[in-house]
């Protein structure tokens, strides 16, 4: 396949970098956990192109395992977003500040 | 241009448009739709990297489940949208700090020797398919990963309806 290595790595770089500027920049919690599950879908090109590169299964094997993982993330992240906007009437990040001393 | 990499380059730009269409949305809506655009074009390039099990786990899973789950807590929390800022205060530092770190990745990644293009068809699936030998794996050798993954889906999924129950 003609496709190189690093232009793979490169849109996965890409798609991680996405993600993280999400996390660090956005204020709604449900966003940023979207924005969680694209640094993991970068994680998962990564390990897929690598074992692909490497001509071993193991990249793939821990690519099921990496969405396993963030399946019950994203379930246990939802949840919790659901407490806090029972309890705190808001889902933004900056406005919950119970623990800033 | 080969057939598949022309297929390439077009899922991964519509992947990192749609990507930078989940973050900048103000609709959270939005961002979930754009999502699940992301997620099937990157279920394409896992097909293109030979990985069909996984593009088929991640069709199923992320753009199944998980959108589900992200759409169903949007409805329930229902907030007004475009109520208010949308990014935090110190969100230009935030953003220095992550083109600071995607130029760090991109040095690296430049100066890595990453320049060999991947294998014309590799001998992962010679034996019977992607399924199989994925499934032949996880039941073999990773036997023990897979459980304890199991067991890790069981305690997340106990937490989230303890979480989610009841008023605190």
Known sequence: ?101 | MAPAAAVFYILASVALLSAVMVIWSRNVVHSAIYLVLTFLCVAGVYVLLRAEFVAAVQVLVYAGGILVLFLFVIMLVNLAAGTGRRVRVHATVSAVVGCAATALLLYVSASGGLETSFGARTDLSAQGGNLQAVGWALYTQYLLPFEIASVLLLVAMIGAIVLARQKY
């Open chain 1, 1 to 101: 396949m003609p496709v190189p290595a690093a232009h793979a790595l490169i849109f996965s770089l890409l798609l991680f970098a996405i993600g993280m500027v999400g996390v660090l920049t956005r204020r709604n919690a449900i966003v940023i956990l979207m924005s969680i599950e694209l640094m993991m879908n970068a994680a998962n090109i990564n390990f897929i192109a690598f074992g692909l590169r490497a001509h071993d299964l193991v990249g793939q094997v821990f690519a099921v395992f990496t969405i396993a993982v963030a399946a019950g993330e994203v379930a246990v992240g939802l949840a919790v977003v659901l407490a806090l906007f029972r309890n705190r009437d808001t889902i933004f990040v900056d406005e919950v500040h119970i623990m800033k001393g």
